[in-house]
């Protein structure tokens, strides 16, 4: 049995819904995969206009600039993985075990990517590994704050929060635990791949099974001997 999840965006982020079109559908699809190829820096929106063969004024009847497209995608992506999270933990009763899958989902192991829309949902979490730390350094995140365009960033880390306050409840950091947990998964997968002197993971290709493991065994530590402290 296939299943479909709409994944309901902030409004605040386009200024047309790109999921209503064909065309919309087709500049975040290509969007993802233009960030991860170039990079933030190197994409623009004439050269997403030649990947999907339009106009690139038609890009911008979606987004107002590239910024918007990154946060949009940003977004799907946060909510994406707090659906998973709720979706793979759903029939377990045990936080550790929870926390166990919260680990392996944010390195990507064991991806399923049903509910992902046809989403390329490797290539969108390179570019949030990347990218992400762009969506909120900038001089307006308070007013983007206001907007609530990193609600989907808070939910996740809330979610995450819980199980761990369910797996210890006297724990006085979770909240900064939660957001550490997902910026350490990526700054190490970052490192590993570009500056590997910074990690204790050499392999350079973070795909490797080997180095992977070797991180995620980092994670479990990281996690669990401070949440374990007498």
Not at 25 to 44: C, H, M, P
Request: glycine share 2%.
């Amino acid at each position: 049995m296939e299943y479909s999840v709409h994944i309901r965006m902030n409004e605040r982020l386009f200024l047309r819904e790109p999921e209503s079109s064909d065309l919309g559908r087709r500049i975040i699809r290509q969007g993802i995969l233009l960030f991860n190829d170039v990079g933030f820096e190197e994409a623009t929106f004439r050269k997403l206009a030649e990947r999907i063969n339009t106009k690139e004024a038609s890009i911008y009847r979606y987004f107002e600039n590239k910024h918007r497209l990154l946060v949009y995608l940003v977004a799907w992506y946060w909510q994406w993985v707090d659906f998973q999270l709720v979706f793979q933990t759903n029939n377990l009763t045990s936080p550790r075990e929870k926390l166990e899958k919260l680990l392996r989902l944010l390195l990507l192991l064991d991806l399923d990517d049903s509910f992902s829309d046809d989403m390329d949902i490797r290539a969108l979490h390179s570019t949030v590994i990347r990218e992400a730390s762009k969506v909120y350094l900038t001089h307006h995140v308070t007013e983007d704050n206001r907007q609530q365009l990193f609600k989907p960033y808070k939910d996740l880390c809330q979610r995450i929060a819980d199980i761990i306050l369910a797996y210890r409840p006297d724990y006085p950091y979770a909240h900064s635990k939660a957001s550490s947990l997902i910026e350490t998964s990526h700054y190490q997968s970052f490192f590993m791949q570009n500056l590997p002197s910074l990690t204790d993971f050499k392999q350079a290709d973070s795909s490797e099974p080997e180095a992977m493991n070797k991180l995620l065994d980092f994670m479990r530590h990281l996690l669990f001997s401070s949440l374990d402290a007498v």
